[in-house]
């Protein structure tokens, strides 16, 4: 798992889910799956079928809340599980990634709730 490509994604993600326009969040999304499924982790091959979801919630046209609130609440789990298992220097900012996607994932899911979305 490339170090500054773990930074930058934790970056981006600090700035809100609105600042990373689709086509930037797209090829990181890509780039995390492709990672992933050649890692022969199941746990990891689960984060990137989950990361596959995603892509596909957000580029289906009429996006659903809901649903991609439950997508990076669980991305947000999943990453927190693989944080768990990861190398000392990766434990950090795996954590803070699991932590702001499940953030994001509950802010988005409130929103929803409050707006009838």
Do not use: Y
């Amino acid at each position: 798992m490339p170090f500054d490509h773990l930074h930058a994604t934790v970056s981006a993600l600090k700035n809100g889910l609105t600042s990373l326009p689709l086509g930037s969040a797209m090829d990181n999304t890509e780039t995390w799956q492709q990672q992933f499924l050649q890692s022969g982790q199941p746990g990891l091959q689960d984060i990137a079928r989950e990361l596959g979801n995603l892509q596909s919630l957000l580029t289906s046209g009429a996006l659903d809340g809901a649903a991609i609130a439950n997508s990076l609440s669980m991305l947000g789990d999943q990453t927190g599980e693989a944080a768990a298992q990861a190398p000392d220097e990766l434990k950090k900012p795996l954590t803070e990634l699991a932590d702001l996607l499940r953030r994001h994932g509950g802010d988005l899911a409130a929103h929803n709730e409050r707006t009838g979305e």
